[in-house]
């Protein structure tokens, strides 16, 4: 069964743009990257699957449930980590929690003083006294707590330490380990790649790649470094040229054989050709749409 399954999920706010034609199907049990920039409509997939806004048309389901008619019954297996969250000025972290597993009519203290500890979330403090760090951590914790079948993360790492950010993908592999589907939302893609084994790119509200993400990496991109006195001028397939003194840096997607000829017609001395990372890789889906999926 499919975990997250839309069809044609289609989003608009007045004349504006959410998200077009979203062909989505997530495995039960994978961990899925869901990438973008900011503003590609990410969290309007997101909000759409939760049943937080309607589609303008087109069709969601959750854990094979259908979020339009029967929204409180996958919400209920749903853990959802917004990018952002607001809590109630002036209660406790431990009440917050509380609240968090009372709607949920679940005694989720074990786990919730479990995940605390592994956090550093002193639950005596209050809400406003938190930073954004802190505020971040009591939203996974809500998240988490109930121990759902789904987790939906939106930009979870965002105002996390280092230290933090790894001991919340450790938490996150656990539960995939032990079942759980994640959907995970980010633009940052070192996560996506350490994470998930299936991606899908979004940009401008169209779904423009879906495939494993060592797929989705591949490329006849090199990152090409040299130095000596030679001319670049008319060579094409160069991208991201950054010039200093007598060296050049930049990504070549061009024939091989052509920028071979291009150096050896000048005064080369030293070269360096490396594979890029997976950021430069997916610069072309962001930048140019990739290829139409």
Known sequence: MNAIETTKLTKYYGKARGVLDVNLAVDEGECFGFIGPNGAGKSTTIRALLGLIRPTSGQAKVLGIDIRNERTKVL?????????SAFYPGMKVKDILKLSADLRKKDCADE???????????????ADQLSFGNRKKVSIVCALLHNPRLLILDEPTSGLDP???????????ERNQAGATVFLSSHILSEIQQNCARAAVIRE?????????????????KRI???GNISLNGLPG??????????????????????????AAGNVTDLSVTEPDLEEIFF???ENGGEEK
């Open 76 to 84: 209920s297996q749903v853990g959802y980590l917004p990018s952002e």
């Open 112 to 126: 919730t003083n479990r995940l605390c500890q592994r956090l550093q979330l002193d639950q005596n403090r209050k």
């Open 163 to 173: 230290l933090m950010q790894r001991e919340f993908f450790t938490i996150i592999k």
């Open 205 to 221: 509200g169209r779904l423009i790649a879906c495939d494993r993400v060592e797929t989705l990496a591949q490329t006849q991109t």
């Open 225 to 227: 470094s040299l130095r």
């Open 238 to 263: 160069i991208r991201n040229l950054t010039e200093t003194d007598d060296s050049w840096h930049f990504l070549y997607d061009g024939e091989m054989k052509r920028l071979l000829q291009t150096l």
């Open 284 to 286: 072309h889906y962001y």
